[in-house]
């Protein structure tokens, strides 16, 4: 009996130990208050923190609160973990601390969505609680109505809306939910990519293949592949991933391109601008380029933004776009992120806010969350 009582007392210190080391730490460095983020924690953090962790059974608990939060366990396509994505928010300075437990998860309601739509010409769309986007695949090529950018779409609902919208095919009228009125054609669009030869934009067409590596609910991605182009005697090859987190209202851009240029090549990631006057910001020192659309009509007034981690970044305006002009090594990555919001959303309703937000997601990249296993 006294063997029992003595292994039951051991027990129940091993589980309270286990379960006051079983923490991590995120901590927000910057100056920039983060409301509802998507925070990425590295598998190996979380199994340091919690060895035992067991995937069906895993509470995630912010301390202060008490509160469960809301996660994600992101594969990239793989079967392997690698992070482990949760929602929070930190004000500036502060440090959080989760508490990683057994036990069954309450469901989460997925905020992002993606997918491959072969009813609408090979599309590829996706969104989240704020905004939604699509590109364009090859069976526009040759079209009339061919597009090459990135299109994005007004939203005003927390709502996910793609394959309702898809479904109706009266997207371009606003029934409550938002509608799709930016116009992209045979341009860059809402931030996409070319090569840049002699001081002219050359376009990439349109996206060949495509695959899913995660599908929400606080994080979807995934990646598309372009056919070979020659410019100027140069093959280009192309393949994006693209990953949107729940809260955000731009979208990963992971580009790595395969050219056999001499050289680096010159690239453009631009913007479209219409013909009537309206805020174009270059802020090349702080790798931002932001656009405040011309009010359209009834149908309010959308903003456009890329930010570059790797700053300064050249910017011009030329071509009807605003550029940003990089170099990339041939088989080499670079990333940036591109997107946008609507007025009639009623969180940004102005060039000023929309600016505003566009540099404090610049600086948020410049100073990146700490995240530590233990207490």
Not at 292 to 306: A, L, M, N, S, Y
Request: with cysteine; charged share 20%.
């Amino acid at each position: 009996m006294r063997v029992f009582i003595v292994l039951s007392i051991l027990t129940a210190l091993v589980t309270e130990s286990v379960a006051q080391n079983a923490t991590i730490r995120i901590t927000n460095p910057g100056a920039t208050s983060l409301k509802q983020t998507v925070v990425e924690i590295p598998w190996k953090t979380v199994k340091a923190a919690y060895a035992q962790v067991d995937t069906a059974m895993l509470q995630v608990v912010q301390t202060e609160t008490g509160q469960e939060v809301a996660y994600q366990l992101e594969h990239r396509g793989e079967k392997e973990i690698k992070n482990l994505l949760v929602q929070v928010s930190i004000d500036p300075k502060q440090t959080i601390r989760l508490a990683l437990r057994r036990g069954k998860p309450a469901p989460v309601e997925p905020k992002t969505y993606c997918r491959y739509v072969p009813e609408r010409y090979d599309d590829f769309a996706w969104e989240n609680d704020r905004v939604a986007f699509r590109i364009y695949g090859a069976a526009l090529n040759g079209r009339s109505d061919n597009a090459y950018g990135s299109d994005i779409w007004a939203k005003r609902t927390d709502a996910l809306i793609l394959n309702k919208w898809y479904k109706q095919n009266d997207y371009h009228k606003d029934h409550g939910e938002g509608l799709d009125y930016y116009h992209v054609g045979l341009t860059l669009g809402a931030g996409d990519i070319g090569v840049f030869l002699n001081d002219s934009i050359q376009y990439i067409h349109n996206y060949r293949n495509w695959s899913v590596l995660d599908n929400g609910p606080l994080r979807s991605t995934f990646r598309v592949t372009y056919d070979p182009y020659m410019f100027n005697g140069i093959t280009v090859k192309e393949t994006k991933t693209i990953s949107l987190d729940a809260g955000s209202q731009l979208s990963k851009i992971q580009v790595h391109v395969d050219h056999d240029a001499p050289r680096n090549l010159p690239m453009v990631v631009g913007i479209t601008l219409r013909k009537e006057q309206s805020p174009l910001l270059l802020d090349e020192k702080n790798g931002v380029l932001g656009y405040w659309e011309p009010t359209h009509g009834k149908d309010g007034t959308i903003g456009v933004g890329c930010v570059f981690p790797a700053s300064p970044v050249s910017m011009l305006r030329k071509y009807e776009h605003g550029l940003a002009k990089l170099t990339v090594k041939s088989h080499a990555d670079m990333v940036y992120y591109n997107g946008g919001a609507w007025d009639k959303a009623g969180l940004i309703t102005s060039s000023e806010a929309w600016f505003d937000y566009l540099h404090e997601f610049a600086n948020q990249l410049k100073k990146p969350l700490i995240i530590q296993a233990g207490k």
